[in-house]
């Protein structure tokens, strides 16, 4: 079944010949071998055609042999585990790998050309734009246009069922790129004692090397490879990565590097990885370095000819780390274009492959260098100073056009030659790697004579913990890139004050080379406007002509230029055609490259999944939770968890058939005609003592602290310094210099960062001592008419009548024989107690209260029925009933404000925006119909009818249905609101007609406070 | 992600602090004496300086100190962090040479 492997050579390569892996294509079965990627399999199983392009739905093959590969973008997997948009070139061949070509509607193979010029004609330059501003009538059109066109892969529709992890790490030398550069530079470093981190996104260290036949001192270029990565390994502060892609360059070094893990450490390079288990499916690294060397090579430019897009034109690098590397032939019949003399090189590895060379067509009048002399005597016929104008074929290459040309390239050609070829070799030059010394805040210079953007140093260097070497710091000859790689880790370990290890530069042989011709636009036989499609980004289809049409239209900045012509928006982010694109903008605007400059460099480098930005932080580890001490009784109770922050709170204690608000109903009425019991634990508690711990108060509460009497409460509320209700809660006297505050719930945390703020930043000199006891004591509100007969039947050491135990004391007491804090506040208008007791006190204490309190008829009770209690005394909850844009007067708390003191806030209540009359203030509302309990949230009107807008006046903050009332309640801020007492406003509900409320009192239920006091 | 010295704990990363904002904004001792827009200019009104900026951050995941750190707001280099009270430990701790970088902060697409 697995068909023979036609492009496959019989010796060479990195591959193992003897581990034949299946794996399939669109349903497809071939087969390849260990040591493949998807696309050398696919090259070697003659698949020329592995996708369509975005808008203009043209045929693709494959164009390149890395991260740059534009065209083969894979779905693989299937299922939950399936992934979108790998390309296939960082794909390792796997056994039983199943992989989907992603962009060809309605099949790769199925062609329909009447739609391509559909859709050429009207997916031109800003397309997407255009979109949204034609009339109507054309939305017909987009629409089937833009539905036809979304999207590459799909996303998994169930759970991914791997694991990803993050990996924090430390480092002194980090150098990102395996090649020769980065090898050496990671040696010196490392034998100078450096702790480094050696990373390459390929599967193995070597770079550029793996893709040629190179010599260094003399031997084969990887026998230098493997020695080097054998002594690294050897070296126990030294981590290798291979499959690491560094992704990004952040603030202070701070480097994120993606691993792809393998379940099968064989391949050359995996016995590094001793150190962890490949249990993850890839590895986020987080790692903070000292020192960054970026050796991550260079990429190899296109040109831009007519058709250049046609399957069988292949970069020329992509096409001898074929032949090297995994021992493919991507044609049979080889013409190769070039503006540079390396692609002379592929010409020789093609030829030494037996590939016909049927020519290499070189634009410089001029020619190449040595090895122009050595492609000679093998015999291939060198065409100088001439160009492709044309390619023909359509689903492959079958030939090419060539020309004479002038070195003027918006000046027509005419077509002379044509030869047959299956594949077309092209090189445009080299641009450096720069993106990681761009996020860096590395600046760049253009680079006249090898037309490039390289780092530029000069200024930054002493400042700068980064620095980058070989191909990608503008180093063409491997000669140039070894020494380059050498100096660059040298200095590193220098700065580092270490000695740097002293090692010679290997010697490798260099070919004398000619300079590059400046060639982005190859002229055609008609103008640059009119010619076939002359392709910058083959992904997005973004041609010559769009973005001289751009700039047409009025675009000059290049980054909108990218916006508007997606320019480099996909995800090989224009790594292959960008700087062209930028040639051609820089001509179209009369400009030099370097003043049109680039597009701005972001993390991250390739992409990364979704799995692996979220590492471990997945379904119980996505956020912590915080459990009272009680949790484990409340879900034996069977009680629905209410999620506060990160506290999971009982939400109600529902019996046999019971609804939420069934429950609700019984709860309430429980604690107003008997007894019920609360956690109340989640309240933030805080200590505070200390010599000014008085002053210190009074100067963040607006009450009078200092006139507490030893054992009083008092409910506290604290200011913005805006004069804005903060926090709130009770606080009690416990010492003379002792008090104990409590803060709400979810305001826990950063009232004490409050506290501490002003302690620390302002005040200083007081001496005050704050300590956080949210954990290590629970409370326990009991409350109800039978609270106090509860807590006399459970045992308690001191008398709890009336005049012995005050409202709002405190007491400490031996209850059910444990010590407890007993306080006598209420947050629900009864009299009740709340049992503050150490934690591991607390569940013994529960069961006891609730014991005792059968003969009550104790009702546990959980947030909603806390909430519809408060409610109906008016009590606030700050975050529900306040937004940080209400005072204490808007909530009629007027006789909570000293005026014999400053407090924080205080001055900004004088403030003419707080003395606005019609400022939103707490009132409470009835609806008429004594049956509609109105949304939280919903927004007041002051008349019906259909004149919009329709000014507000205000809006619900707290809204229930009252049992014990018998009607629903609501809290509100109304504009000018407690002057409005009787009035009638209507509540705008979505879908139905507003509803009548009547204005009242927020207080619905014991307005004399006489229950809470008995 | 920046590396930011505490002068109690020694340097540590951005996420195991809070920021809180420019430094050296003295509450006024006598508040009722100022006219609103005085107030308001206590209030409200910070510098935005393109450039050194001192700055006020809490250890809020480590010690719970306040303290000031001198950012540039372009490279985001730590020129030093420092005590906002004298008396305490590392008054004026230098941030180190690690605390460099001129990473792009960017994030628009
Ligand atoms: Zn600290």
Redesign the pocket.
Same mark, same amino acid.
């Given at each position: 079944m697995a068909a023979a492997q036609p492009n496959r050579l019989q010796h060479g390569g990195r591959i193992d010949r003897s581990r034949p892996l299946a794996f399939s294509l669109d349903g497809k079965a071939y087969t390849g071998f260990a040591g493949d990627t998807l696309a050398s399999a696919l090259i070697a199983n003659g698949v020329a055609l592995v996708g369509r392009s975005f808008k203009l739905r043209r045929p693709r093959g494959i164009v390149g042999g890395g991260a740059e590969e534009p065209n083969a973008i894979m779905q693989v997997g299937e299922g939950a585990k399936t992934q979108p948009n790998l390309p296939a070139t960082q794909i390792e061949l796997q056994q039983d790998l199943v992989a989907h070509t992603t962009r060809g509607w309605p099949s790769v193979g199925f062609d329909i050309g009447a739609i391509s010029d559909f859709f050429g004609r009207i997916l031109g330059a800003g397309f997407y734009y255009k979109t949204f501003m034609f009339p109507r009538s054309f939305w017909n059109y987009y629409e089937r246009a833009i539905r036809l066109s979304t999207g590459f892969g799909e996303a998994p529709a169930s759970p991914d069922p791997d694991a990803y992890e993050h990996m924090n790490a430390h480092c002194d030398v980090l150098v990102a790129g395996g090649g020769p550069a980065g090898l050496i530079a990671a040696l010196v470093a490392a034998r100078s004692g450096a702790r480094v981190i050696l990373a390459d996104d390929g599967n193995e260290f070597g770079g550029s090397l793996l893709a040629g036949a190179d010599a260094i001192d003399g031997a084969p270029a990887m026998d230098w490879v493997a020695g080097v990565v054998a002594e690294l390994r050897e070296i126990p502060d030294c981590v290798l990565l291979p499959r690491g892609a560094v992704l990004g360059y952040h603030d202070h070094d701070f480097l994120t590097l993606a691993e792809r893990c393998v379940a099968d450490p064989r391949g050359p390079g995996d016995a590094t990885r001793r150190d962890i288990r490949p249990r993850a499916r890839e590895r986020l690294w987080r790692i903070r370095a000292k020192r960054v060397i970026l050796a991550q090579g260079s990429f190899e430019r296109p040109l831009a000819f007519c058709n250049n897009d046609r399957p069988g034109v292949m970069l020329a690098s992509a096409v001898s780390t074929y032949i090297h590397r995994y021992a493919v032939l991507p044609g049979r019949h080889a013409v190769v274009f070039t503006n540079n003399d390396s692609a002379y090189r592929t010409a020789l590895d093609l030829a030494g492959a037996g590939v016909k060379v049927a020519a290499i067509v070189d634009s410089r009048a001029g020619g190449g260098g040595a090895l122009a002399a050595q492609a000679r005597v093998v015999g291939i016929p060198v065409l100088q100073g001439r160009v492709i104008s044309d390619v023909t074929g359509k689903n492959r290459v079958r030939g090419v056009s060539i020309a004479e040309w002038s070195g003027d390239s918006w000046e027509n050609v005419t077509s002379t030659v044509r030869i047959d070829c299956d594949l077309l070799a092209v090189s445009g030059g080299w641009s450096p790697a720069v993106h990681l010394h761009a996020q860096a805040g590395g600046r760049l210079d253009w680079d006249e004579s090898q037309l490039c953007f390289r780092p530029a140093h000069a200024s930054e260097k002493q400042r700068q913990s980064h620095d980058s070497a070989g191909a990608g710091n503008g180093r063409q000859s491997l000669n140039e890139c070894l020494t380059d790689g050498l100096r660059a880790g040298t200095e590193a370990v220098a700065k580092l004050g270490l000695e740097p290890a002293a090692i010679k530069a290997p010697a490798a042989s260099s070919a004398g080379e000619a300079p590059i011709e400046a060639l982005w636009r190859v002229p055609a036989e008609r103008d640059a406007d009119r010619c076939p499609k002359q392709f910058i980004d083959l992904q997005n289809d973004t041609t010559v002509a769009d973005i001289r049409l751009a700039v047409r239209e009025g675009y000059r900045n290049v980054e909108h230029v990218k916006r508007y012509t997606a320019l480099g928006f996909g995800t090989d982010q224009g790594k292959l055609g960008n700087i062209n694109g930028m040639a051609v903008l820089a001509a179209a605007l009369g400009k030099t490259i370097a003043e049109v400059g680039t597009t701005t460099f972001r993390p991250v480098y390739t992409p990364v999944s979704f799995g692996t930005v979220a590492g471990e932080s997945v379904g119980g580890l996505y956020d912590p939770v915080r459990k009272t001490a009680l949790h484990e009784s409340h879900e034996a109770a069977g009680a629905p968890m209410e999620v506060v922050g990160q506290w999971h709170r009982p939400w109600y204690f529902p019996r046999a058939g019971e609804d939420l608000h069934a429950a609700v109903a019984r709860e309430c009425l429980a604690v107003r005609n008997s007894v019920g019991a609360m956690d109340a634990s989640t309240l933030g508690k805080i200590d505070a003592r200390g010599p000014d711990v008085v002053k210190f108060l009074e100067r963040i509460y607006t009450h009078n602290v200092g006139r507490m009497k030893l054992g009083r409460c008092a409910y506290g509320i604290m200011l913005g310094e805006d004069g804005m209700v903060m926090d709130d809660g009770v606080m009690a006297r416990l010492g003379e210099n002792h008090f104990y505050l409590t803060t709400t719930t979810g305001g826990a945390a950063n009232a004490l960062n409050w506290l501490e703020l002003w302690l620390q930043t302002e005040w200083p000199e007081l001496e005050v001592y704050l300590t956080s006891l949210t954990e290590q004591f629970s409370t326990i509100a009991v409350a109800g008419p039978n609270s106090r007969g509860l807590l006399e039947k459970l045992g308690c050491d001191i008398p709890l009548d009336r005049d012995s135990f005050p409202f709002l004391t405190v007491r400490e007491a031996v209850l059910a024989g444990m010590p407890a804090s007993l306080f006598r506040v209420s947050f629900s208008g009864e009299l009740a107690f709340e049992i503050n007791i150490a934690s591991h006190f607390a569940l013994d204490m529960w069961r006891k209260v609730l014991d005792a309190g059968r003969e009550f008829a104790i009702a546990p009770y959980g947030t909603e029925s806390m909430h519809v209690l408060r409610a109906e005394k008016g009590f606030i909850i700050v975050g529900q009933d306040t937004d940080g844009s209400v005072t204490p007067v808007d909530l009629g708390m007027n006789w909570l404000l000293s005026r014999e003191k400053d407090f924080l806030g205080k001055r900004s209540l004088g403030r003419p925006d707080c003395l606005r009359k019609d400022r939103r203030q707490l009132v409470g509302l009835l609806s008429f119909d004594q049956r509609t309990v109105l949304p939280e949230g919903t927004q007041l009107i002051e008349k019906t009818g259909r004149t919009t807008p329709v000014p507000m006046c205000g809006h619900v903050t707290s809204s229930y249905h009252s049992a014990c009332l018998d009607h629903p309640i609501a809290l509100a801020l109304v504009a000018g609101g407690r002057a409005r007492k009787g009035d009638t406003l209507f509540a705008a509900l979505p879908g139905s007609e507003p509803v009548p409320v009547q204005v009242v009192s927020p207080v619905f239920y014991d307005p004399k406070g006489e229950r809470q006091n008995v | 992600m920046l590396l930011i010295t @505490?002068p109690?704990?020694g340097p /540590?990363a951005e996420t195991e602090f809070s920021y809180g904002g420019e430094a050296d904004i003295a509450r006024p001792l006598d508040p009722d004496a100022l006219s609103d827009a005085e107030w308001a200019d206590y209030l409200f009104y910070r510098g935005n300086p393109r450039g050194p900026h001192r700055e006020k951050w809490n250890?809020v995941h480590? @010690?719970r /100190?306040w303290f000031g750190v001198e950012r540039d707001t372009v490279s985001y280099r730590i020129a030093r962090s420092f005590m906002l009270s004298a008396g305490g430990p590392g008054a004026d701790a230098d941030a180190g040479p690690e605390s460099g970088g001129d990473a792009n902060t960017e994030q628009e697409d």
């Open positions: - | @505490c109690w704990c /540590r250890h480590g @010690c /100190r």
